[in-house]
């Protein structure tokens, strides 16, 4: 996720130089260290202390509380956004001490650690597959979702989280997603609107931006053939929707660009080498709040993924840990990282308390995957598909695009860089 480093322009003073560095840096720039307060932004919705408090369970910590727990996160803005959200109110409520440290998420970091000795890390925010990795090692904690808070209205935390959200060994803390973003000064007369459109060169003229992966890639091309969001993985095990999507992506065979770092398809767009891509939805915000580029998304298609809080397994503090998941995931809380960062949460009464950016006049929900109006077509991504089918795929589209009238090979496979966002 790491972001272009351009000056904020006009909406430096607005944000902060602090915010506005961190933010155009991106979470995986740097570490964050919180080891004391920090004055809270100012509320445009419902105000959080409105929650319902945990239940007993959650407040059910061990008798001497530490002074300080580890968490391990992603740094820059996306840590700058939990520290606003909710390591500093936690930080006041509890008295205790917050540090954050960055981590690259690999299955290593929570491998390396000497059985015999207690994690280095009290909490984590991991991926899906390498938390289902560690989870099935026995690297993380079972999780208590009884002692997760409920919503205003009383709606458990079970009910309340988007279906197949929750994890025996994690609870998600936000969605992120791939989205169809493209150049409104290459289509002024009529947008485009639809995953279809994207695929359509005669009524939509111009280069597009696709991931050499071919993740994203397959999963858009069927749902622009009219493969519904939760029959795409089932499809694409198949030779016949291998073939369906190879099919759909010919129509613009000649007028790709491939890009391998996630950075490349805002800067192919901003300078007009192509009109629509494939780019990852906090780097599409950054390019349109922060830079102004003159950028529009499709969500019609999007695919998401997920970031989830684990305890490490064996960890001293673990009541703790989970009183800070429990205090994260209220629905105001995570209602509020989202003002600050355009990532979704996934529960359904934190959708309704986004509201615009505390500092810039941007209603966030218009940036956030999992908003009612842009999560119509969102497929999730699946991991565990993609680890047993990734080879196979990533041959059959080498192929095709490297076949007669395919577009030239540049670059190269950097396919590990897609997982930065």
Not at 10 to 18: Q, R, Y
Not at 108 to 113: I, K, N, R
């Amino acid at each position: 996720m790491m972001r272009a480093r351009r000056p904020f322009m006009k909406h430096l003073p607005l944000l902060g130089a602090a915010f506005a560095a961190a933010l155009l840096l991106g979470p995986h720039a740097s570490s964050l260290a919180q080891t004391g307060p920090e004055q809270n932004p100012p509320e445009t919705t419902s105000d959080i202390s409105k929650d319902k408090p945990a239940t007993d369970e959650a407040k059910s910590v061990a008798d001497k509380k530490p002074g300080k727990l580890t968490v391990a996160s992603w740094g820059g803005a996306y840590s700058e956004s939990q520290k606003r959200a909710f390591f500093t109110p936690f930080q006041d409520e509890t008295g205790i001490a917050i540090e954050v440290v960055s981590h690259n998420g690999a299955f290593g970091a929570l491998s390396a650690t000497d059985d015999s000795e207690p994690p280095k890390w009290d909490l984590v925010d991991l991926g899906p597959e390498i938390l289902e990795s560690a989870c099935r090692d026995g690297k993380l904690e079972k999780m208590d979702t009884t002692a997760l808070a409920a919503a205003s209205d009383g709606t458990s935390a079970k009910e309340d989280f988007l279906p197949g959200m929750l994890h025996e060994c994690g609870v998600p803390s936000v969605a992120w997603s791939s989205a169809i973003v493209y150049d409104k000064r290459a289509f002024k007369k009529s947008a485009p609107k639809t995953a279809s459109d994207f695929f359509d060169i005669k009524r939509f003229p111009g280069k597009r931006a696709l991931p050499r992966s071919p993740k994203y890639t397959l999963e858009l091309a069927l749902m622009a053939d009219g493969v519904k969001p939760e029959k795409v993985y089932e499809t694409l095990a198949t030779n016949d929707g291998v073939a369906r999507a190879l099919k759909r992506l010919e129509a613009i065979r000649n007028h790709v660009v491939w890009w391998d770092r996630p950075h490349e398809p805002l800067k192919l767009l901003a300078s007009k080498k192509v009109a629509m891509a494939i780019a990852f939805n906090g780097r599409i915000f950054s390019a349109i709040v922060a830079e102004n580029r003159p950028f529009a998304l499709i969500w019609d298609g999007q695919v998401y993924d997920l970031d989830l809080w684990a305890i490490p397994k064996g960890s001293p503090n673990k009541a703790s840990a989970l009183e800070l998941i429990a205090f994260a995931t209220k629905p105001g809380h995570l209602a509020r990282q989202a003002r600050w960062f355009p990532y979704g949460p996934v529960r359904k009464s934190a959708l309704k308390l986004i509201g615009k950016h505390p500092e810039v006049d941007v209603n966030m929900s218009d940036y956030i995957p999992t908003s009612k109006a842009n999560f119509k077509r969102a497929l999730r991504m699946d991991a565990g598909w993609w680890k047993t089918h990734e080879y196979e795929m990533k041959e059959q589209l080498k192929v095709w695009r490297t076949g007669d009238g395919g577009s030239a090979e540049t670059g190269k496979d950097a396919e590990g860089e897609n997982a930065l966002r």
